[in-house]
């Protein structure tokens, strides 16, 4: 009989509900969730082909220990043996998680717990620290609190949509979607595209600003003088709820109009459209995403636009606020569980003693990490120094996405002890591993994600685990009772740990932060099955919360105030006589990251099946390079060898390729190798956009 199940898609942090149907021979079929408040039934060609990509070619479906098939027993008590041997040598800090977006958050949950309260060390940091760290660094500046203030309802309610450093169209397609059929019912929704490329996404949009690479700083610190000189400042909101005008206000009175044209290279008119569109219009929406995030100075960016929606008042409306888009179908679960080195769990934060009480005594947990971990670009410098002795990686290949990639690979292979949790056998990464664990993939595994509008929702099983693989929540829990710490890791089932979660969010601090589900802290398990997607906060007594925050203030900081933040331009320009061109790094419609299974769709890798690098065609003429010949990009780091693709998308002087292609899709053709660990200074984020590197036609030698 054939069986429908109500999951979440695992790609992107849209996070729309998908309807799998197994027929009775287990053929898969997928369809949109008309009941999923993310996607009311839409699905991008990425969601569409999720059935395509469940074959069990490639899978890793025993433990290994140094490439042996071993036994699960004699797979946990080599890790737990080896991670203890380490701490006992070492010391806590000398271990280390390296995990993953893709992670449920029960996965994410039992990790941190694992690491910071019982092995009593940070170490444990997340692929999303690549995707979305500065926002959360500039959530908490400003409203000392990681809260994303509005909904996706938001950019169907707003009349201005900017578009920031986000390629909406191929990166959060369904959105994007939304975002369309909104413009095309309501001509007069204005849409802003501030981007260095002409992406898909300025397609629907009104004025594309063409803005140098790194350059939003400057041109948000020129909006936050112009809505001040014009008038456009709720004073009330200002004196009632914020804090800071003043200072920024004085740091934004040393960048004049003529600044902002010169640092951003935009045309005086786009320029002044676009501040004359933000200050006389009421109901604006920001959104950003990678182009803000990956940055040396993502930090600064988020908050220049978090100050122009403060001194606007304009938050927490609806069709009104800041909005961060994150990249991963769980970025946002993690961050709620802590699965970041520098945060601790439900929100609280690790270095405040209050906070590590609170969170040790509802573990009761022997120890509790008493200082921040080492984030992913140190993580991996740890490894590479000795520093980090012992290595846990789930569920994500650093090898093909951190930043110097060659240098990550060096490290991984150097490092004493690496266990590898995957769903596949021959990943980049995993081929370095001591140990490696198969790990329950997409339709196999169940817990909760969370999706960029905070909205929790089911990934749910509908086919049985392959071989010997297990939850990753499981793993790490077995590795947990065999350090010792039998009670605390005694989960039999996700929903547990769901419940646990819960709890923790609600202890001893009801209604003072902004993550609280308590509402769900005695769920039944059969309350757990069939959840429905629904909004945080949700606290005890309170179901139904509300679904925006800051309209009228009640920040978290202590005084109850938002901080505006004087922030102010650096310098952005890298490029040099040597390496003369400026790339930057993203992603392409059909691909999922490092490709390990969006690669197993041939309707996807149709899109576009080759790695490329974009050139402008003045660009290409004067290297000497004709459309599709063979270049080589270098940059201090590494080299990686690409085709061209000369387009007038591209702006001169600037290149982009795609991060997506490993070496087992394409030789050499890892861009990551290129990326230099430059980070942000406070939330450790890579500069992932803005890389100087020498661009030539290959000659084979
Ligand atoms: Fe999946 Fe994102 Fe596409 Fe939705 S928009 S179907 S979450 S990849």
Same mark, same amino acid.
């Given at each position: 009989?054939?069986?429908?199940?109500?999951?979440?898609?695992?790609?992107?942090?849209?996070?729309?509900?998908?309807?799998?149907?197994?027929?009775?021979?287990?053929?898969?079929?997928?369809?949109?969730?008309?009941?999923?408040?993310?996607?009311?039934?839409?699905?991008?060609?990425?969601?569409?082909?999720?059935?395509?990509?469940?074959?069990?070619?490639?899978?890793?479906?025993?433990?290994?220990?140094?490439?042996?098939?071993?036994?699960?027993?004699?797979?946990?008590?080599?890790?737990?043996?080896?991670?203890?041997?380490?701490?006992?040598?070492?010391?806590?800090?000398?271990?280390?998680?390296?995990?993953?977006?893709?992670?449920?958050?029960?996965?994410?949950?039992?990790?941190?717990?694992?690491?910071?309260?019982?092995?009593?060390?940070?170490?444990?940091?997340?692929?999303?620290?690549?995707?979305?760290?500065?926002?959360?660094?500039?959530?908490?500046?400003?409203?000392?609190?990681?809260?994303?203030?509005?909904?996706?309802?938001?950019?169907?309610?707003?009349?201005?949509?900017?578009?920031?450093?986000?390629?909406?169209?191929?990166?959060?397609?369904?959105?994007?979607?939304?975002?369309?059929?909104?413009?095309?019912?309501?001509?007069?929704?204005?849409?802003?595209?501030?981007?260095?490329?002409?992406? !898909?996404?300025?397609?629907?949009?009104?004025?594309?600003?063409?803005?140098?690479?790194?350059?939003?700083?400057?041109?948000?610190?020129?909006?936050?003088?112009?809505?001040?000189?014009?008038?456009?400042?709720?004073?009330?909101?200002?004196?009632?709820?914020?804090?800071?005008?003043?200072?920024?206000?004085?740091?934004?009175?040393?960048?004049?109009?003529?600044?902002?044209?010169?640092?951003?290279?935009?045309?005086?008119?786009?320029?002044?459209?676009?501040?004359?569109?933000?200050?006389?219009?009421?109901?604006?929406?920001?959104?950003?995403?990678?182009?803000?995030?990956?940055?040396?100075?993502?930090?600064?960016?988020?908050?220049?636009?978090?100050?122009?929606?403060? =001194?606007?008042?304009?938050?927490?409306?609806?069709?009104?606020?800041?909005?961060?888009?994150?990249?991963?179908?769980?970025? !946002?679960?993690?961050?709620?569980?802590?699965?970041?080195?520098?945060?601790?769990?439900?929100?609280?934060?690790?270095?405040? =003693?209050?906070?590590?009480?609170?969170?040790?005594?509802?573990?009761?947990?022997?120890?509790?990490?008493?200082?921040?971990?080492?984030?992913?670009?140190?993580?991996?410098?740890?490894?590479?120094?000795?520093?980090?002795?012992?290595?846990?990686? !789930? =569920?994500?290949?650093?090898?093909?996405?951190?930043?110097?990639?060659?240098?990550?690979?060096?490290?991984?292979?150097?490092?004493?002890?690496?266990?590898?949790?995957?769903?596949?056998?021959?990943?980049?990464?995993?081929?370095?591993?001591?140990?490696?664990?198969?790990?329950?993939?997409?339709?196999?595994?169940?817990?909760?994600?969370?999706?960029?509008?905070?909205?929790?929702?089911?990934?749910?099983?509908?086919?049985?685990?392959?071989?010997?693989?297990?939850?990753?929540?499981?793993?790490?829990?077995?590795?947990?009772?065999?350090?010792?710490?039998?009670?605390?890791?005694?989960?039999?089932?996700?929903?547990?740990?769901?419940?646990?979660?819960?709890?923790?969010?609600?202890?001893?601090?009801?209604?003072?932060?902004?993550?609280?589900?308590?509402?769900?802290?005695?769920?039944?398990?059969?309350?757990?099955?069939?959840?429905?997607?629904?909004?945080?906060?949700?606290?005890?007594?309170?179901?139904?919360?509300?679904?925006?925050?800051?309209?009228?203030?009640?920040?978290?900081?202590?005084?109850?105030?938002?901080?505006?933040?004087?922030?102010?331009?650096?310098?952005?320009?890298?490029?040099?006589?040597?390496?003369?061109?400026?790339?930057?790094?993203?992603?392409?419609?059909?691909?999922?990251?490092?490709?390990?299974?969006?690669?197993?769709?041939?309707?996807?890798?149709?899109?576009?099946?080759?790695?490329?690098?974009?050139?402008?065609?003045?660009?290409?003429?004067?290297?000497?390079?004709?459309?599709?010949?063979?270049?080589?990009?270098?940059?201090?780091?590494?080299?990686?060898?690409?085709?061209?693709?000369?387009?007038?998308?591209?702006?001169?002087?600037?290149?982009?390729?795609?991060?997506?292609?490993?070496?087992?899709?394409?030789?050499?053709?890892?861009?990551?190798?290129?990326?230099?660990?430059?980070?942000?200074?406070?939330?450790?984020?890579?500069?992932?956009?803005?890389?100087?590197? =020498?661009?030539?036609?290959?000659?084979?030698?």
């Amino acid at each position: 009989m054939e069986k429908e199940v109500k999951t979440t898609c695992p790609y992107c942090g849209v996070g729309c509900g998908v309807i799998a149907t197994v027929d009775d021979n287990g053929a898969v079929a997928v369809r949109g969730d008309a009941d999923h408040p993310a996607n009311f039934g839409r699905l991008c060609s990425k969601g569409s082909a999720l059935a395509e990509t469940l074959d069990l070619d490639g899978r890793l479906l025993h433990p290994e220990i140094d490439g042996c098939q071993a036994g699960w027993d004699e797979a946990l008590d080599l890790v737990a043996a080896r991670f203890a041997e380490t701490i006992a040598e070492h010391g806590p800090d000398s271990v280390a998680f390296y995990v993953s977006g893709q992670l449920l958050t029960e996965d994410y949950y039992v990790a941190n717990k694992l690491m910071k309260g019982f092995v009593g060390s940070a170490n444990i940091d997340t692929n999303s620290r690549l995707c979305m760290s500065s926002s959360v660094a500039g959530h908490r500046r400003a409203f000392g609190s990681d809260t994303v203030p509005g909904t996706y309802e938001d950019l169907e309610l707003a009349d201005l949509v900017v578009l920031t450093g986000s390629n909406l169209a191929w990166c959060h397609p369904v959105l994007y979607q939304r975002l369309a059929a909104a413009k095309a019912k309501r001509p007069g929704l204005k849409i802003v595209l501030i981007d260095p490329r002409r992406t !898909m996404t300025a397609d629907i949009a009104d004025l594309h600003l063409a803005i140098r690479p790194d350059a939003d700083v400057a041109l948000f610190v020129g909006l936050f003088s112009h809505l001040v000189s014009s008038n456009a400042v709720d004073q009330n909101y200002v004196a009632a709820h914020t804090a800071g005008f003043g200072d920024t206000l004085l740091a934004a009175g040393g960048v004049s109009f003529d600044d902002v044209l010169e640092r951003t290279g935009l045309p005086a008119m786009q320029l002044r459209e676009f501040y004359r569109l933000f200050s006389t219009t009421e109901k604006v929406v920001t959104c950003y995403s990678q182009g803000v995030n990956q940055s040396s100075s993502g930090t600064d960016k988020v908050n220049a636009i978090l100050n122009c929606h403060l =001194a606007t008042g304009r938050i927490g409306r609806p069709g009104m606020g800041p909005f961060s888009l994150t990249g991963q179908p769980n970025a !946002m679960g993690g961050r709620e569980v802590g699965g970041l080195a520098n945060m601790l769990a439900a929100h609280m934060a690790i270095e405040d =003693a209050g906070d590590r009480d609170r969170v040790q005594r509802f573990w009761r947990s022997p120890k509790i990490a008493e200082k921040p971990g080492l984030k992913a670009v140190d993580l991996f410098r740890a490894v590479a120094d000795g520093r980090v002795k012992a290595l846990w990686i !789930m =569920a994500t290949n650093p090898v093909v996405s951190m930043p110097d990639a060659d240098a990550v690979e060096a490290a991984i292979r150097a490092c004493p002890f690496v266990v590898v949790s995957d769903i596949l056998k021959e990943t980049d990464t995993a081929r370095h591993a001591h140990v490696l664990l198969p790990s329950l993939g997409w339709g196999e595994k169940s817990g909760t994600v969370t999706n960029s509008e905070r909205r929790i929702s089911r990934q749910r099983a509908f086919l049985a685990a392959p071989g010997e693989a297990r939850a990753d929540w499981w793993q790490l829990a077995e590795v947990g009772r065999r350090l010792g710490h039998t009670d605390a890791f005694a989960y039999e089932a996700p929903a547990a740990i769901f419940r646990e979660h819960a709890a923790l969010s609600a202890f001893e601090n009801a209604g003072s932060r902004d993550f609280d589900i308590g509402a769900y802290a005695d769920l039944a398990l059969e309350d757990y099955d069939g959840l429905t997607p629904f909004q945080w906060p949700q606290r005890q007594g309170q179901k139904r919360a509300e679904s925006r925050f800051f309209a009228a203030g009640n920040f978290y900081h202590a005084d109850g105030r938002g901080r505006f933040v004087a922030v102010r331009p650096a310098e952005t320009d890298r490029t040099n006589a040597d390496y003369p061109f400026t790339l930057n790094t993203g992603r392409i419609r059909d691909q999922w990251h490092t490709m390990t299974r969006t690669g197993k769709s041939a309707r996807l890798s149709a899109h576009i099946a080759e790695p490329f690098a974009e050139l402008h065609p003045r660009d290409a003429m004067e290297i000497g390079v004709g459309n599709a010949d063979l270049i080589e990009i270098e940059s201090p780091e590494g080299k990686a060898f690409v085709r061209a693709l000369i387009t007038e998308r591209q702006a001169r002087g600037s290149i982009f390729a795609p991060m997506h292609w490993n070496d087992q899709f394409a030789a050499k053709a890892r861009i990551d190798v290129l990326v230099p660990p430059i980070t942000d200074r406070l939330s450790g984020q890579p500069a992932s956009k803005n890389i100087a590197v =020498a661009a030539r036609k290959f000659k084979a030698t």
